[in-house]
């Protein structure tokens, strides 16, 4: 494959480590790029290369990736909330120009212009962020994503407040963050929901002070009595409908649902609109990449786990090298925790 050089705002990344993401898999079932196609979108890596007009990265830095593509100037990027830009396609090239990758001159697609499954990224500096050299790569590429998504759920899209009870339907590496978010945030219970009891026992190392198998216990009904009538925010990891109504039904009254995994095109979610709908006043939040603006929060998360309060050593599972990628999500379900692809 031919890595282009950097024009404008461009920066060559050379890729140390790149995160699998369940999301990978729910983007390669839509489809809809061209192929040949490069997924991974959680890097870490080092500058090997910038464009003439990059201002804020320096060969030999440490940068992390995220898909949280910017111009930086609409109102939304204004106001902070870059992953609500109107105007992403600026950190594409244009057609006119030559692309990016290539193989025998036919293009590649870097997916989300990102492209993490490759020892070379080339990345618009709009979709980076420096990190301490401190934190490893096997780590700080899971900041671009995975915990950047449970964390931020909890912590910047719902906003979680001292003394609430949670519920995390899922626990996964998302679910496992949310767990630890949760905690951070001050929550008196923090209730942990899978059909894998592996899991579950992984979600307790993480801090979740009760766990329900929903293959065993009817979720909703220990949800209830654990929290005496609803959760005040119960977050959904999984994207399946019979689980997000699960979730829903768990929140208490004034509580609510964040809604993180991603469902099928299509999906709905029936919920009854009678008196109670009203009376209880649950809020439904549909939260893309934890509402976070990566910028802020990916350093901000690094600290947190370099200061030891945040556990990602104990995320991260298993390291593989790139030919056994597509093993590693073949079995990705059943596998507990993250597995990061390291690079030499
Ligand atoms: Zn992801
Ligand atoms: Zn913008």
Redesign the pocket.
């Known amino acids: 494959m031919t890595v282009d050089a950097p024009l404008g705002r461009e920066v060559l990344v050379d890729v140390k480590a790149s995160g699998l993401c369940q999301s990978d898999l729910t983007a390669s079932s839509l489809g809809g790029w061209p192929l040949p196609a490069i997924l991974g979108h959680e890097i870490s890596g080092v500058v090997a290369a910038v464009g003439p007009d990059v201002t804020d990265f320096k060969v030999g830095q440490h940068v992390v990736a995220s898909l949280q593509s910017?111009?930086?100037?609409?109102?939304?990027?204004?106001s902070g909330d870059?992953n609500?830009?109107?105007?992403?396609e600026?950190v594409s090239r244009t057609s006119e120009q030559p692309p990016r990758l290539s193989i025998d001159g036919t293009p590649v697609t870097a997916v989300a212009n990102l492209g993490g499954f490759a020892e070379q990224a080339l990345l618009h500096e709009n979709n980076l962020v420096r990190i301490e050299q401190e934190v490893p790569h096997e780590i700080a590429c899971i900041l671009g994503c995975g915990v950047l998504a449970g964390a931020g759920a909890v912590l910047r899209a719902t906003q979680v407040q001292e003394r609430a009870t949670v519920a995390i339907f899922g626990c996964g590496g998302l679910g496992l963050t949310a767990v630890q978010a949760a905690l951070l945030a001050g929550s008196e219970r923090v209730i942990a929901v899978d059909v894998a009891e592996d899991k579950l026992e992984m979600a307790v190392r993480f801090g979740a002070t009760d766990t329900v198998n929903s293959t065993q216990t009817d979720p909703v009904a220990a949800i209830r009595e654990l929290t005496g009538g609803g959760a005040d925010h119960v977050f959904d990891f999984v994207g399946r409908p019979e689980v997000t109504k699960l979730a829903y039904d768990s929140v208490g009254r004034a509580g609510e649902l964040g809604v993180v995994g991603i469902n099928k095109p299509g999906a709905t979610l029936e919920i009854g609109i009678g008196p109670d709908f009203i009376w209880n006043q649950v809020r439904i939040r549909p939260i893309f990449n934890g509402s976070t603006n990566f910028r802020r929060d990916i350093p901000y998360f690094a600290e947190l786990y370099a200061q030891g309060r945040f556990k990602l050593d104990e995320l991260v599972s298993r390291t593989i090298s790139l030919d056994e990628v597509n093993d590693a999500y073949a079995d990705m379900a059943r596998h507990l925790g993250r597995t990061v692809v390291t690079f030499p």
Do not use: K
Not at 70 to 78: F, P, Q, S, T, V
Not at 84 to 88: E, K
């Open positions: 910017h111009c930086g100037n609409c109102a939304a990027c204004a870059i609500m830009c109107t105007q992403p600026v």
